[in-house]
């Protein structure tokens, strides 16, 4: 059976794991005070190039998105959101669950614009009413989106621009951010994120740790008491080292890179073998989630030799699926599943 | 100054404040447990031919729909909602302040149908990670919509038809009910409700009481402990004997129907002179409120001799506003409108 | 039968129904923000002697407690209270159901003390854990409390210096204020109140309004887009003249200070009755409500002419029960309720 | 330096993170869904003996108290506790972040009794008034408790007979179970626990994993829709394996028995040590922890030298203090430090 249903059908990088065993025995504070955790956030934040950033590891994605959301926004305050977001509709309602509305934009191959969100605001302001209304109180958006695709560094900068005018915190999820950095079609850099963005987080779950996200919190926006937020929210780790460990790993020897390049040349040669094909892509993915429209009987002739994920229904007699590659994707894997389809 | 900004200028009908000044000195229980309020339960189910329901008196309309959308709801469960509904946009957020997401559907006229509803719901169980998702628990709909428009009895039907198939309550906000049951072009009536809805109320504040809403939950369904949950809320009134009282006042002599055809009435004449004076209508509505384009310098002269509602923006130069009429609206003034339009 | 079970069994005191009566046609605008709110809203911050505080007219008292405690905290704080605060027992949850834990003090005649808040900040703030727990982040009292005492002007200054010692907003509960404002045994004025309380709130439905509470918050402590939080709590009255004209009333001609009198004087007659005929107090109060202790073959037999309250069992064969009265309580029911005792 | 500051310095066991590596590149389905999470499940059920038992993985123990407490109560229910519970007093307030009041009974020697648990819901159901107050919904215990001592079978039966009677699930708290379960003065036996518990869970953190706590919902009672709510409360690792293999390992030829034994083994020599040396111990704990007060000169001195935990100050020169051991405590260590005392 061949395995393109994810990014995280593994468990650790390798290295990651290498790191995690030759620091097994050491005896190190918790609650993430130990010095690995140190390290790990002071290579992070070399990265970015933003020696002034807060970072903070996190364990799952929901978890991340729910917390940041939470704790950065004021009670009467929504988060505004792509209606395809993750937070909009895959998170089982976390981020209600704490009080806030998802108060959401329409979206284009997965991405929401400016001028969308200029015009939220305005018409938001702009309302004699608006304080019986939920306040817009931050911008969300992933990169890569949840179709694959990818936000300009212009498109960037112009939702930026529209946040700090209406000092909306933008917040951006990254739980594939590396398979976004590394993309062959990007000018997005860490640094840009860290200068454009008020807080993103860099994925590790999806990028070779077993668990972990690293937040980073650019120009002193860390919510006052974090760990005690944290803690409230049910997700501080005692054994803090686990993502300490981990994320050090990742960001030694540029590690993050080698991970995202496999997962992007894995899936170019997947994304050019389906092009020769004549495959209908639903959508034109630059990075490691391939999504493309499957005649119905096809698919389940599939089903039988590779794991591959279903996205949605096309019409009555075709599904759009998803094939995803990963820093553990082997090309010869990549070829069998060419041959197959 | 002319007031057809809302239906709520006004203190409450005579009949109901002469029944609060008679029964000012009477010593009742507190919590809602004294006479008044029995009796006007009584007179209630019985209006809504369902002496099965269960009945409690609530204060505003806001507080009615949270509380009963939050007692109703499993925690994992949203609420199903047309994106104009009350409670997506108007509520400052106040279902998600409880936990739980507004599932937007598409509007039409302010209504949501049927077969929206049926997609949503088989779109939802039709997906293999709906678990992973905010389960769909219950559907809100308004009557009146915040447009004035009315849903038929054969739109509730198929409403209700595929609420049951899902096993999801069938919610109706009622704020401005009596202006829906007393129009000239509806054949709904509060009997149809107690059988279509399994919950809905009879909005008080808007028809004549100085506040209070009556929910009636017909078959059973009133939350365990509503009291308590009431009180959780913060929604408790210790003189819950305000709200007995304005109610058994409202139900007496068919009260509620009166102060609904005043309002139906003087609403038809101003319609009918807005039409004869060419006026662009907004939306078609048969009750209390009526939407007319207005061009803006217009609008502005208007606004030193009535007050009425800013709507929204139709264009650079056009405005949507309301007038709105009430028991309490006298058709004199109406005229003196219609001379100003 | 007689009347003592509460401060709240009548309507409204003759003169607040009277000005609802005047004003009740006049066409006012909604949520607070007609002329009758101003004015009340004026004539009170003069009665406390503080132009500068803020006033916020709320429907009732476990709301208000609720509103403003979740307000006022930051979401990783709790209220500190005594464990016999209305707060920590009989509000249903309320404040915990806003995410806030009731951290509890102990309590000498439903009191807490400077001392004892001091030690519990110093304990917090001296554990090397503390950012592990919950944070205190405001100071609940009662007054009179719910055992009908009061807190001195010295008891006050005291708990006031420790507050600000550890900027630890200081709210007093006072939803029977006016009683403790006319005792006889009080140096505590509303002044004294508005200058060492951070918010308090004058009660109005335990002294002669319908409902209605009028919280004041001095010294610039409002908190942000209070009018939309207290919609996101579905507590925003549409027709917010209720209030205003309600209050309005209280506070002309000190007609709050007449309602008081009454309540205290016919309290006193009782008291001094109880005390001739040798009953045990369970509690010294100087305010609107005793508290006896009753042999409950005796609590039985007086429950065939009287109304009064449970409190707690005494013991096996003694109970004990409060009489309470109020502003509208007639001097002749209390002869009449001695020459039963 | 010296390690006796907790029981979660270390990583993982060998065991556990040998089975980490060897199942490292298997691809495996996420969320919780793959082989390893299925056979530990299965291997702890067959440990406690409670074949129809259901198991869920989480990753933290106070996020496995929030999200039972939360799941299993009703929303107007609180859950009663020691006040030295862990969830009363070190978890940031993460049961009342979800809305519910911990419900807090006096302890001895970190344990409540079932007198104090009927006399509580007793007070409840006989006071007239509850229907304004938080209901007693479940109760919570942890053993070993925050103090090292446990529950005996007797105890267990106890209060589980009145939780029965007044219908409130039991949940203990196993975060150290393992602890307690080979501690030589216990009889109670995992076994025991399925039978007498509705829910527990048997802590991994703290007893060689990771990260990880396995709760046990015995006779059917897990939350419906279980999964979705650990999502909603930001808790659902992608990558499951993580868990299931950890626990895996540690239900395996009875590796958490091995885990147990040695804690218990070196902390009795220490404990023996202690009383030779005649220390004074601030209670009599059978486990893992051992408390002592220190002279606090003293305990300056030993801190050059040994990592111990601050409990409570003593009085004003002396402290309490805590000396944790571990299945990683190593007995020569154990020697050093008695060395040093």
């Not at 977001?85 to 998802?102: C, D, L, M, R």
């Not at 919190?217 to 409230?232: A, E, S």
């Not at 050090?248 to 994304?271: C, M, P, Q, R, S």
Request: aromatic share 10%; glycine share 8%.
């Amino acid at each position: 059976m061949l395995y393109f249903v994810n990014d995280y059908s593994e468990g650790a990088h390798e290295k990651v794991l290498r790191h995690l065993i030759d620091t097994n025995m050491e005896q190190l504070s918790g609650y993430g005070t130990d010095h690995y955790c140190e390290t790990a956030k002071e290579k992070i934040k070399k990265a970015c190039g933003c020696e002034d950033a807060e970072v903070y590891l996190l364990t799952g994605g929901t978890q991340t998105n729910q917390i940041v959301i939470d704790t950065m926004l004021a009670p009467y305050e929504g988060v505004v959101a792509a209606h395809t977001g993750h937070v909009s509709t895959h998170e089982a309602g976390a981020i209600e669950f704490t009080g806030h509305k998802v108060l959401e934009l329409p979206e284009k191959n997965g991405k929401i614009c400016a001028s969308d969100l200029k015009e939220l605001a305005e018409t938001f302001y702009g309302d004699d009413n608006h304080e019986h209304m939920v306040f817009p109180g931050m911008v969300y958006i992933s990169h890569p989106t949840e179709y694959g695709t990818l936000y300009s560094k212009k498109e960037l900068e112009e939702l930026s621009s529209v946040c700090r005018k209406y000092k909306l915190p933008l917040f951006l999820d990254g739980a594939r951010l590396i398979y976004g950095l590394v993309s062959k079609e990007t000018d997005v850099t860490l640094q840009d994120l860290a200068e454009l963005c008020d807080v993103f987080y860099i994925g590790g779950t999806k990028a070779g740790t077993l668990c972990g996200e690293a937040v980073v919190f650019t120009g002193n926006c860390m919510p006052k008491h974090f760990l005690t937020r944290v803690k409230q929210h049910g997700a501080l780790l005692a054994k803090g080292r686990l993502l300490g460990v981990q994320f050090d790993a990742l960001f030694t020897d540029d590690l993050y890179l080698e991970i995202g390049k496999n997962a992007i040349e894995t899936a170019a040669v997947l994304k050019e073998g389906l092009k020769k094909k004549e495959y209908q892509f639903f959508i034109d993915s630059p990075t490691n989630q391939q999504f493309v429209v499957l005649e119905n009987s096809r698919m389940e002739e599939l089903k039988k030799d590779v794991q591959f994920g279903f996205w949605e229904k096309a019409d009555d007699s075709h599904t759009v699926v998803r094939f995803a590659t990963s820093w553990a994707t082997r090309m010869e894997d990549v070829q069998k599943l060419l041959s197959l389809l």
